[in-house]
């Protein structure tokens, strides 16, 4: 069964940087074809890829946000990492991480976690 | 980067109706499209890939079709657990995704 669940600060100030811990189980990162998206979702607005991570370590981030992001990834721990500098208001929103619905290929997204909850303000 | 059109942005419907939702994608995307339904709190969940291929374990009230640009999302017979937010996702322009501004489903 494949299960996803972020954690992270809930509140962050403006200017710091977020450190979003993506926990994952029923699967592995290390075996080919696997790959782990994050995705945003500001409050009432819509959804917002970020950036993807796939088993040999390439990484992709979106174009906007490139300059801000890191991910990485634990394969012993099962754990995507994910950080976004310079935080800002606009930056509040629910963070998702998500995987394929089958391995071999990164999408679609079937499998979701539940989302956190993080709000910029000092 | 492809942008997703999604029409209308929200309306209101009935139990037993018919419902098209409508996605436009600003350049070629073949099939490469996804649909998600939103519950408030919650986590997307996927309803049809490919355009057209049904989700295991989504109700068969929900089809998709389309391809190139033009994507629709039917919902045969609405139920009252159907009413929720759909966003379209198209994910051709590798690994880069962008999905749609969403639909929101209310109560009549």
């Known amino acids: 069964q494949v299960t996803l669940r972020e954690s992270g600060p809930a509140l962050v100030k403006p200017t710091q940087t977020l450190t979003l811990t993506c926990t994952f189980s029923?699967?592995?990162?290390?075996?080919?074809?696997?790959?782990v998206s994050w995705i945003r979702q500001p409050p009432g607005k819509a959804l917002e890829w970020l950036a993807r991570?796939?088993?040999?370590?390439?990484?992709y981030y979106s174009t906007s946000l490139k300059t801000r992001l890191t991910i990485s990834k634990d394969t012993s721990k099962n754990q995507v990492v994910l950080t976004m500098t310079n935080m800002d208001p606009v930056d509040t929103a629910t963070y998702y991480c998500?995987?394929?619905?089958?391995?071999?290929?990164?999408?679609?997204?079937?499998?979701w976690g539940q989302g956190t909850l993080v709000t910029v303000s000092s | 980067a492809i942008r997703m059109t999604q029409s209308p942005s929200s309306f209101s419907a009935s139990t037993g109706d018919r419902v098209t939702i409508t996605c436009r994608a600003s350049q070629g995307i073949s099939s490469y499209l996804a649909w998600y339904q939103q519950k408030p709190g919650k986590a997307p969940k996927l309803l049809i890939y490919?355009?057209?291929t049904l989700q295991s374990g989504v109700p068969s009230r929900f089809s998709g079709s389309g391809s190139g640009t033009d994507f629709t999302l039917t919902i045969s017979c609405l139920q009252s657990e159907d009413f929720a937010t759909y966003y379209c996702q198209q994910y051709y322009s590798y690994p880069m995704i962008t999905f749609g501004q969403g639909t929101r489903l209310e109560i009549k």
């Open positions: 998500a995987r394929a619905l089958s391995g071999g290929s990164c999408y679609p997204l079937g499998y």
């Open positions: 991570i796939d088993w040999d370590d390439d990484k």
């Open positions: 029923g699967f592995s990162l290390s075996t080919s074809g696997m790959c």
């Open positions: 490919a355009a057209s």
